[in-house]
């Protein structure tokens, strides 16, 4: 690749955030320094760091990271996180407006990022990657936060489509995903859709045996069945069919749930599981970079989930580090999605639909009960990671994408 590539990644999230984007574009950003892009990054700077604001500008293995200015209103409000992702963009259009532009990488956290995006690609010239996370408003619309008839949607849907059309080339995760933005596209311009699915660093995470591994023994893990999720315990999840499961499931005295994370849901999952007397889950928070090695490998089952309907509009980033970790992967999805086509072609887990606490409770005392099948599945999982989804392949990905956008 050309050594005078000069790319800017925006995103609200990045190093040292624990959440999966930050962690994501840290690496990808690592990566691509090494074969010659200059990277910067603009990121928000309203989350904290132990007692201390992240500072307004840092470096991370190279890379320039700037932290603009945004509003820090509850994030567990929708009308807070609206203002905060406004003034988020806001922040970044002003900042760019003042600087000729190269390559802009922009995710869709915040999902007004790729409006500013295009009036800066008019005034400041440049091209513009649109890295699909989820798409937006249909996201919103099945979680119900916007009705679908209404004025705000269609706007949305209106400026989205000029986003769409403008961008030099949109990265989605998963072949769902690009069937729904080549419906919106209309076949206008649909081949510069690119499926790069998320990944996991599989030097970095590999399969673990319980006896080997210290975080699984500090919680009394290590001879146990263990159901883990780890991850944004947010709304675009069903966590309550898997706590229904588990009060099912108590008479089990080896079986433990455990979650590992924050988010708007978590409050009300650690509310139902103290309703219920559950002594089989534990909740813990996000863990430090360097425990993940332990905390990711310490389940034997990963639970990935999604909200019905919200199929081929979001892949989780949990699948890729459950499927590098040598677990078997528990879909909590509809079957018209990614994760079950992933499920079904490497045999590497189960699916059960969202809600179906009856059909999650066989499956996973399917699996309890038959410890020669989970291991086969565990070894499939790891499998399919290797050949699919390693890091190494998506970087080699995203420098094709670039050497053929520059």
């Given at each position: 690749?050309?050594?005078?590539v000069?790319?800017?990644?925006?995103?609200?999230?990045?190093?040292?955030?624990?959440?999966?984007?930050?962690?994501?574009?840290?690496?990808?950003?690592?990566?691509?320094?090494?074969?010659?892009?200059?990277?910067?990054?603009?990121?928000?700077?309203?989350?904290?760091?132990?007692n201390?604001?992240?500072?307004?500008?840092g470096?991370?293995?190279?890379?320039?990271?700037r932290?603009?200015?945004?509003?820090?209103?509850?994030?567990?409000?929708?009308?807070?996180k609206?203002?905060?992702?406004?003034?988020?963009t806001?922040?970044?259009?002003?900042?760019?407006?003042?600087?000729k532009?190269?390559?802009?990488?922009?995710?869709?956290?915040?999902?007004?990022?790729?409006?500013?995006?295009?009036?800066?690609?008019?005034?400041?010239?440049?091209?513009?990657?649109?890295?699909?996370?989820?798409?937006?408003?249909?996201?919103?619309?099945?979680?119900?936060?916007?009705?679908?008839?209404?004025?705000?949607?269609?706007?949305?849907?209106?400026?989205?489509?000029?986003?769409?059309?403008?961008?030099?080339?949109?990265?989605?995760l998963?072949?769902?995903?690009?069937?729904?933005?080549?419906?919106?596209?209309?076949?206008?311009?649909?081949?510069?859709?690119r499926?790069?699915?998320?990944?996991?660093?599989?030097?970095?995470?590999?399969?673990?045996?319980?006896?080997?591994?210290?975080?699984?023994?500090?919680?009394?893990?290590?001879n146990?069945?263990?159901?883990?999720?780890?991850?944004?315990?947010?709304?675009?999840?069903?966590?309550?069919?898997?706590?229904?499961?588990?009060?099912r499931?108590?008479d089990?005295?080896?079986?433990?749930?455990?979650?590992?994370?924050?988010?708007?849901?978590?409050?009300?999952?650690?509310?139902?599981?103290?309703?219920?007397?559950?002594?089989?889950?534990?909740?813990?928070?996000?863990?430090?970079?360097e425990?993940?090695?332990?905390?990711?490998?310490?389940?034997?089952?990963?639970?990935?989930?999604?909200?019905?309907?919200?199929?081929?509009?979001?892949?989780?980033?949990?699948?890729?580090?459950?499927?590098?970790?040598?677990?078997?992967?528990?879909?909590?999805?509809?079957?018209?999605?990614?994760?079950?086509?992933?499920?079904?072609?490497?045999?590497?887990?189960?699916?059960?639909?969202?809600?179906?606490?009856d059909?999650?409770?066989?499956?996973?005392?399917?699996?309890?009960?038959?410890?020669?099948?989970?291991?086969?599945?565990?070894?499939?999982?790891?499998?399919?990671?290797?050949?699919?989804?390693?890091?190494?392949?998506?970087?080699?990905?995203?420098v094709?994408?670039?050497?053929?956008?520059?």
């Open positions: 690749m050309s050594a005078c000069k790319l800017t990644m925006v995103s609200k999230y990045f190093h040292p955030e624990p959440c999966s984007t930050g962690q994501l574009l840290m690496e990808l950003g690592s990566e691509l320094r090494k074969r010659g892009v200059t990277i910067t990054v603009l990121t928000g700077r309203a989350r904290l760091v132990g201390g604001e992240l500072p307004a500008h470096n991370y293995d190279g890379i320039g990271i932290r603009v200015w945004c509003t820090k209103f509850n994030n567990g409000g929708v009308a807070g609206a203002i905060n992702r406004m003034a988020f806001g922040s970044v259009l002003l900042h760019l407006l003042l600087k532009q190269h390559v802009l990488l922009v995710t869709s956290d915040p999902p007004f990022l790729c409006w500013a995006s295009m009036v800066l690609k008019k005034f400041r010239g440049g091209k513009f990657i649109y890295l699909l996370h989820d798409i937006h408003p249909d996201a919103s619309v099945k979680l119900g936060y916007l009705k679908d008839d209404a004025l705000l949607k269609k706007s949305w849907d209106w400026l989205n489509q000029r986003a769409y059309e403008e961008a030099d080339s949109i990265v989605v998963g072949n769902h995903m690009k069937r729904a933005i080549e419906g919106r596209l209309n076949g206008n311009g649909s081949g510069k859709i499926v790069i699915h998320n990944w996991a660093d599989g030097d970095f995470l590999k399969p673990m045996r319980g006896s080997d591994n210290w975080f699984r023994k500090r919680l009394g893990l290590e146990k069945f263990v159901v883990q999720y780890s991850g944004n315990i947010g709304g675009y999840h069903d966590f309550e069919t898997a706590i229904r499961a588990a009060e499931l108590q089990l005295q080896d079986l433990r749930f455990v979650f590992i994370g924050e988010g708007d849901k978590k409050r009300k999952i650690v509310e139902m599981a103290r309703d219920r007397k559950l002594h089989n889950v534990i909740f813990l928070p996000f863990q430090p970079r425990r993940l090695p332990y905390s990711l490998t310490c389940g034997d089952v990963s639970l990935v989930t999604l909200e019905r309907g919200l199929e081929g509009l979001s892949v989780p980033c949990k699948l890729y580090t459950s499927l590098a970790a040598g677990q078997a992967v528990w879909g909590l999805v509809g079957n018209d999605s990614e994760i079950a086509e992933i499920i079904e072609t490497h045999r590497c887990g189960f699916r059960t639909d969202q809600h179906d606490v059909a999650s409770v066989e499956m996973l005392t399917k699996l309890y009960t038959d410890r020669e099948l989970l291991a086969e599945i565990k070894g499939n999982a790891r499998r399919c990671f290797e050949r699919h989804f390693d890091k190494k392949m998506a970087v080699e990905r995203y094709e994408l670039l050497r053929e956008v520059q």
